[in-house]
């Protein structure tokens, strides 16, 4: 292949993926090493012919003696090119002691962070990475030895999370070797990429070429072949997990998810692990955390009446009779409520509507619906407010002569203790005037006097679910 076929073939793969649009700014992250070099130099060629903007960014990480050197080579390269460039510096071994994490995964999260923080000030919608046909392979020889799954096969992904890009990911090594060599760029050699210590270059210099030498002499090319095969049979079962994932989820915030175990069972074993492997990524919960020991853990939990797993430090899941929930604590709140209006409390996704109008020429107005309350707008407070349920709470249920324990209704009507510390009461004058969705007070009533009425409906939040009897 030329080297003029070489840089066309990398921009149809730009545009074949939407890599890049006209306009883009584009954060180039160069270590300085071969691979990079290459990518700043085919998309320095390339922004000539569809406007985007480049800007270059190296992090020393400060693990090696001639890492100085590294950044000074980096800088020199951009500024010959006339293209901005920021270098960052971090103590990746510090950071490694200090969050006890491998010097590896400490560099690539200091690497990630530096670039996310620039790419924001700079206003960069896109982060390129010199990642090659050949990284892709041992990525995913790589997950292989460690037992991945059909994601995992699909290796590095040409676009992640709408930032992440690698325009060269179709490319093989002894190409960047040529395409270096054909315009006489310069650039770093890492002497920690042949270190045998790291589980990488084990596969790069030992394992690889032994499989090449003695078993599949194209060994990169099948592998990059299994990896395009397993990402569209990833994305396939990936749609199909989103369009089950809408009906098993009773509710979802970023907080707290609720799943119906009955629909669950509806589906094959592959989709029962994807949606609750999304629903703990839906909670924030890090590839790291949800292995397969977890997400099986979860899985027998569905076949028990009831049950608790501890996910993570602040997340836990509890199977309750027909509803798995994933539950993260609620923080304290305490939400001033419009008395005319509408008002919204985020922390269970739900909102308040409020009216006020005169008294009807009719009978007594009432509700048995939980959801909606009517007080005389005469006695109420002027001012009230949502608070979460807090210990000894207590009021005058409506239509009882006595108090009764809040916690004692709520275990009446078979709220799930885990849930229990999010219900929202309305207060007002020191008082419970309405525990939203079970039972409002005997405070302020409707009667023969009352001139004014005010009333409150409460919609959204999870209680309709969790009281269901088919969910019981």
Same mark, same amino acid.
């Given at each position: ?25 584009? !954060? ?18 390339? /922004? &000539? ?66 670039? !996310? ?11 390129? !990475? ?14 292989? *030895?460690? %037992? ?77 072949? *299994? ?10 079962? +990936?749609?199909? =997990? ?9 509710? =979802?915030?970023? /907080? ?23 629903? *703990? ?9 949800? &292995? ?62 409020? &009216? ?15 959801? &909606? ?18 210990? %000894? ?27 229990? +510390? ?33 009333? *409150? ?16």
């Amino acid at each position: 292949m030329t080297m003029c076929n070489l840089l066309s073939n990398v921009k149809d793969y730009i545009q074949d993926h939407s890599l890049i649009s006209p306009q883009t700014v584009v !954060l180039i992250a160069v270590s300085g090493g071969a691979d990079s070099v290459s990518l700043l130099h085919m998309l320095y060629r390339l /922004r &000539t012919e569809w406007p985007f903007t480049i800007h270059v960014a190296h992090l020393n990480h400060n693990l090696r003696a001639n890492a100085q050197k590294d950044a000074d080579f980096v800088t020199q390269t951009a500024n010959a090119l006339d293209i901005p460039i920021s270098v960052g510096s971090a103590q990746v071994s510090e950071l490694a002691k200090k969050e006890k994490r491998s010097i590896e995964d400490a560099a690539r999260r200091a690497r990630r962070d530096f670039l !996310l923080k620039l790419a924001q000030k700079i206003g960069a919608s896109r982060i390129a !990475l010199g990642h090659t046909k050949n990284d892709q392979a041992e990525t995913i020889l790589f997950r292989i *030895l460690r %037992g991945t799954s059909l994601t995992g096969l699909s290796g590095i992904r040409p676009i992640a999370q709408e930032l992440w890009i690698r325009p060269l990911l179709d490319v093989s090594r002894s190409q960047i070797e040529a395409y270096v060599a054909h315009h006489n760029l310069q650039f770093c050699v890492d002497e920690s990429n042949t270190d045998l210590k790291f589980a990488r270059n084990k596969i790069r210099h030992q394992l690889l070429p032994l499989i090449k030498n003695h078993y599949a002499p194209q060994i990169e090319s099948a592998l990059t072949r *299994l990896g395009h095969l397993a990402k569209d049979d990833d994305a396939l079962l +990936e749609n199909l =997990c989103q369009d089950a994932f809408q009906k098993v989820a009773l509710y =979802c915030s970023n /907080r707290k998810i609720i799943l119906d175990v009955k629909q669950i069972f509806g589906y094959h074993i592959s989709l029962r692990r994807r949606l609750l492997k999304k629903a *703990l990524f839906e909670l924030g919960i890090s590839e790291n955390t949800v &292995t397969f020991q977890s997400i099986n853990r979860l899985l027998d939990s569905l076949d028990l009446g009831q049950a608790h797993i501890q996910i993570s430090a602040d997340l836990s899941a509890h199977r309750i009779n027909g509803l798995l929930l994933l539950v993260r604590p609620a923080p304290p709140f305490n939400v001033p409520i419009c008395l005319q209006g509408n008002t919204s409390f985020p922390i269970q996704n739900a909102r308040i509507l409020a &009216t006020r109008h005169a008294k009807p020429n009719t009978a007594p107005i009432n509700s048995n619906d939980a959801y &909606t309350v009517f007080f005389d707008a005469d006695q109420l407070p002027p001012s009230l407010f949502i608070r979460e349920v807090q210990p %000894g709470d207590r009021f005058q249920p409506f239509g009882f002569s006595g108090r009764q324990k809040i916690n004692k209704l709520l275990s009446e009507h078979k709220i799930p203790k885990p849930l229990r +510390e999010e219900i929202p009461v309305l207060v007002g004058d020191n008082q419970i005037l309405w525990v939203l969705g079970l039972r409002r007070s005997n405070y302020a009533p409707i009667t023969s006097k009352t001139k004014h009425i005010q009333q *409150l409906i409460f919609e959204g939040g999870w209680q309709r679910i969790v009281t269901h009897p088919e969910l019981r």
